[in-house]
Structures are given as structure tokens and as C-alpha cells.
Nanobody, 126 residues
Framework: QMQLVESGGVLVQAGGSLRLSCSASGGVICTYLLAWLRHASWMVRKLASA????????YYDDSVKGRFTISRDNAKNMVYLQMNYLKPEDTAVYYC???????????????????WGQGTQVTVSS
């Protein structure tokens, strides 16, 4: 059974940086798209960023473009989210997830993700 475990969420001041990590075990990730989705109390859960299986293609929500960078290390079964210039509106629970199918189709639809981590809380204070 695949497990995804996030880490790195903490309280940080606005303007600061944070790196989230997601470790995968019990299944295959190296041939699947991985993503970070986030859920704040005031909005529905939505994609922050995604990365295709090779790392060649990345996707970002407009709200994080230029500030967040997603990366992966298939040899280590890890995916990361480097977050810079954090804003209070970035406060959310961040989830690591793996797409159900091969390819990139549906990366922006949370229903297309078949495996989820438990989430890690990121709080940005103003």
C-alpha cells in the first residue's frame, strides 16, 4: 500500500522561506505525476504545484508562480516544494499526492489523485 508522508510545515513569518518534503513508500512514484495541493479554511482544496514523472514539466497555480519551486528525486522517492516570499494567504494544510494514471492528464483536478499524504500545516504570520 502506497504511503505518502509530508514534513516541513511550521510557523514562519511573512517573507520567509520554507521547504516541504514528501517521502513515498510502498508503491511506485517514479513514473507518475506528483503534486502539492493545499487547503485553507477559507477555500476549497486546490493545486499549488505539480511535476511530471521526469521532472521536465512543472505546473504552478498563478498565486505561487515565481515564489514556489517543485522538484523531485526519483532515486530517493521524494518530492519537494521550496516556498519563498511566503505570504499570510499561503497559510494552509499542504498535501502531497500522486496522480492515479500515467501522464499529466487531470493534474489540476483533485479527483484524479489516488494517493494522498496526511498533510502538513504551514502557517505564515503577518
Amino acid at each position: 500500500q502506497m504511503q505518502l508522508v509530508e514534513s516541513g510545515g511550521v510557523l514562519v513569518q511573512a517573507g520567509g522561506s520554507l521547504r516541504l518534503s514528501c517521502s513515498a513508500s510502498g508503491g511506485v512514484i517514479c513514473t507518475y505525476l506528483l503534486a502539492w495541493l493545499r487547503h485553507a479554511s477559507w477555500m476549497v482544496r486546490k493545486l499549488a504545484s505539480a511535476i511530471n514523472w521526469s521532472g521536465r514539466y512543472t505546473y504552478y497555480d498563478d498565486s505561487v508562480k515565481g515564489r514556489f519551486t517543485i522538484s523531485r528525486d526519483n532515486a530517493k522517492n521524494m518530492v519537494y516544494l521550496q516556498m519563498n516570499y511566503l505570504k499570510p494567504e499561503d497559510t494552509a494544510v499542504y498535501y502531497c499526492a500522486r496522480l492515479r494514471r500515467f501522464g499529466d492528464y487531470g493534474y489540476n483536478d483533485e479527483k484524479e489523485y489516488g494517493y494522498w499524504g496526511q498533510g502538513t500545516q504551514v502557517t505564515v504570520s503577518s
